[in-house]
């Protein structure tokens, strides 16, 4: 097994002061005497209790997540919903003994999934009425089984440098040869998340100054129905997989946007993308693929858009205040695991849209980055 070095020469663009005050500071911070102080001092004692908070949830998040994925699974979020309810309740619907039903229970309260509303009763928390009430969350926290089966040894996940099949990369299987069963199950998916992401477009951009809109990878056509609803004089598409595409006519048909969504089936890789829409759109398709991928896609687009159209990327993206730890430490390692794929900033995202050939581009704000951000070229 390779060993890292106790200290590394740092790099020359690594200006000296903050080298100086990086390594005196994480001194400090790593100094029982420090700590001890700081823990009984006013004032410093507030920040020092929750920095510790923080380091403790670090090491106990996996349990955090695993807490949560059990509710979903036995259904603790709707039976909590349905009102007051005890721990023999939950048994009784789940399957689970009164021991690990009160057991659940508690550690989902301690998470505010719960709340005990008077002794041996419970309903939902503020954190579980939020999540019971978002499908596209709960469809994701199930969903997120194939990423913990990965990440079951995340170190022999890296070292494989994504030269092997992971769970996740084969569930994301886009591919012209994909079977409609297979189309179907990552379609609802994106389907069942893509209403976050579409109220944090919507509500930042305005799609209604267009006149046609394409949605690129739009699956089964979720964000192109939210974008179709907002704005009724708008003429809305979706390009997407052959096999995505045949089972979007269901989806529609529930959606009651049959006729109102046009279809079009293509490999936006191989084949051309529809022309004569001004605005593009890519909801949650960039971060997917590595760059040169993106490159080719986004070059794809620019020659699809008519003469001053608009091309608009919306997905959670890396580097962004607020919502920081989702954009690198989530998606860099789900993408990892899904064996293609970088989370990238808005600078990163704008420095590939020049060099695909847009003449410039700009950030637009959301009010959840940790759901998705937004940027829009032109030219």
Known sequence: MSTIPDQLDPPSAVAPWRRRWTAWRNGVLASPRFQFWAARLPGIAIVSRRRAAQAFDLVAGFCYSQVLMAAVQVGLLDLLRRGPCSADDVALASGLSPQAALRLVRAAAALDLAEEVAPGLWMLGQQGAALQANPGAIAMVRHHALLYADLADPVALLLRDR?????????????????????????????????????????AYPFARHRRLLDLGGG????????????????????????????????????????????????FFRDPIPPG???????????????????????????ALVSGGRLVVA?????????????????????????AGRPRSAAEYGALLKKAGFAGWRRHRTAYPVVASVVVAFG
């Open 220 to 267: 089964h056509g979720a964000f192109a129905s939210a974008v179709a609803k907002a704005c009724p004089a708008l003429e809305v598409a979706v390009f997407d997989l052959p096999p995505v595409v045949a089972g979007a006519g269901a989806w529609l048909d529930a959606a009651a946007m049959r006729g109102r969504i046009a279809l079009h089936g293509g490999d």
């Open 277 to 303: 829409h001004d605005c593009i759109t890519l909801v949650r398709v960039l971060h997917d693929h590595d760059d040169d991928a993106c490159l080719a896609l986004l070059r794809a687009a620019r020659q």
């Open 315 to 339: 997905e959670p993206m890396a580097k962004t205040p607020g919502a920081a730890a989702m954009g690198d430490a989530y998606f860099g390692f789900y993408l990892w695991a899904m064996n």
């Open 163 to 203: 030269a092997m099949p992971t769970a996740l990369s084969s569930f994301w299987h886009y591919a012209q040869d994909a079977s409609e069963h297979e189309a179907a199950s990552y379609s609802a998916l994106m389907a069942a998340s893509q209403a976050m992401v579409a109220q944090q477009a919507l509500a």
